[in-house]
Antibody
Framework: QLQLQESGPRLVQPSETLSLTCTVS??????????WAWIRQPPGKGLEWLGS???????YYKMSLKSRITISIDTSKSQFSLKLNSVTAADTAVYYC????????????WGQGTMVTVSS | DIVMTQSPDSLAVSLGERATINCQSS????????????LNWYQQKAGQPPKLLIY???TRYSGVPDRFSGSGSGTDFTLTISSLQAEDVAVYYC????????FGPGTKVEIK
């Protein structure tokens, strides 16, 4: 069955760029009925959707992050990626990648998440 | 942006009793073209990613026990666990997809 796995540095310096990759296995990243998404969860807090990408490369982002975020996709590697620049301690969180089933707009498959800490 | 609120923040329910969680959106999430409410519910257990329980406000996702049910329309929604089991201890989130996705703050369910 479809599985997602996040990877990337666990520690990022303040003002630097956070970069994560999500690898999709057990299914096609080029499906035309879903988007791929990044969601984060600060320690002890709730869920925050960051942005989504379609296999064609079309993206949409949380408006408050639009100036700092880039999501890209590499269908040949079955991967999509997150870049968040100018990070601060407020960006410390567990970062999840997820599949967004477009029909109901529901995140139906999630990665296990990766904890990223912003600290010097 | 659509803002989602949930109540209560937490609740403690005896095993076998009913748990009810409310979710409200700052504007309607009902798509009148297809009469679907773009409101989903998730369960997140400690140390795990969230799991989809309910989509379109009232449709159970594959494999979800029928003690979980969703209801509501427009701006007001409810998740009900009809008979709480020990494995239902978790934080529950609502999420809308009428516009850019947003989540509610979560409701923590514990055993009394």
């Amino acid at each position: 069955q479809l599985q997602l796995q996040e990877s990337g540095p666990r520690l990022v310096q303040p003002s630097e760029t956070l970069s994560l990759t999500c690898t999709v296995s057990g299914g096609s990243i080029s499906s035309n009925d879903c988007y791929w998404a990044w969601i984060r969860q600060p320690p002890g807090k709730g869920l925050e959707w960051l942005g989504s990408i379609y296999y064609s490369g079309s993206t949409y982002y949380k408006m408050s992050l639009k100036s700092r975020i880039t999501i890209s996709i590499d269908t040949s590697k079955s991967q999509f990626s997150l870049k968040l620049n100018s990070v601060t301690a407020a960006d410390t969180a567990v970062y999840y990648c997820a599949r967004l089933d477009e029909a109901p707009g529901a995140f139906d498959i999630w990665g296990q998440g990766t904890m990223v800490t912003v600290s010097s | 942006d659509i803002v989602m609120t949930q109540s209560p923040d937490s609740l403690a329910v005896s095993l076998g009793e009913r748990a009810t969680i409310n979710c409200q959106s700052s504007q309607s999430v009902l798509n009148r073209s297809n009469n679907k409410n773009y409101l989903n519910w998730y369960q997140q257990k400690a140390g795990q990613p969230p799991k989809l329980l309910i989509y379109w406000a009232s449709t159970r996702y594959s494999g979800v026990p029928d003690r979980f049910s969703g209801s509501g329309s427009g701006t007001d929604f409810t998740l009900t666990i009809s008979s709480l089991q020990a494995e239902d201890v978790a934080v529950y989130y609502c999420q809308q997809y009428y516009s850019r996705p947003s989540f509610g703050p979560g409701t923590k369910v514990e055993i009394k």
